[in-house]
């Protein structure tokens, strides 16, 4: 891996690197600057008059969740609106969408200012995923849809062959309820079975979410996974709504 130098441009070898990861040769390699290009870095050097990636991050975004959508729908078209809703939910989630990124090692490509860099701006997960949503974006400009199709195909189509539509359906909500509550500064939240209903070969799991002794969410499931995840689910919508 080459060195990162502190807010310093990539150099051609460099950005040849990335595009080797990526898969993709821009035309235009002002368009995979500009993805890669913090608001931190901009900020740190107006007067060289840059762009930062905000623009093709919210072009990216959108035409992620259109590939997402149609490659689950074609792979899964007997599943109802409501489960397709929830594996693209999962998929274009930050929490997932980060560990793509980090596949591609898109973090050690990333411009930042000097202060951000210095803060461990290349491992922040909104750093990260804005930028992974803006190489979307640019890679739809420089190539047309079909490009941005490809290279959104060999980042999940392995995985979503692989996929239990009815594990995906739950997603790891766990993780992204345990993050929520770091994020807010509270504890970490404790599961605990309260019921088991049923003959041991056709079990239902009760399981309740409990913050600060405080019981915040209860749902059931055939596994004890399954009702964990999905009350940690209830816990974040829960948790969405009262802020």
Partial sequence: MGENIEGAVPTPARLNEL???????????????QALTHRSYVNEHEEENLRNNESLEFLGD???????SSRIFQSYPE????????????????????KLAERI???????????????????????????????????????GVEAASEFVGRQVDEFLKGLDPRELTYGDFKSALQEHLHNMGRPEPI???????????????VVQVMIHGEVVAESSGRTKKEAQQSAARLALESLSELH
């Fill in 191 to 205: 599961y605990r079975v309260v019921d088991e209903i049923g003959p041991d070969h056709k079990k239902t799991f």
């Fill in 105 to 143: 090692r898109l973090g050690d490509f990333v411009r930042l200012s000097r202060g951000e860099e210095k803060t461990g701006g290349r491992t922040k997960r909104a750093i990260v995923v804005d930028a992974y949503e803006a190489i979307i974006g640019a890679i739809y400009l420089d190539g």
């Fill in 62 to 68: 959108a035409v992620l969740g259109f590939l997402i």
């Fill in 19 to 33: 595009e080797k990861l990526l898969g993709h040769k821009f035309r235009d390699p002002s368009l995979l600057l």
């Fill in 79 to 98: 599943l109802t609106e409501g489960e397709l809703s929830k594996i693209k939910a999962y998929l274009v989630s930050a929490v997932n969408l980060k």
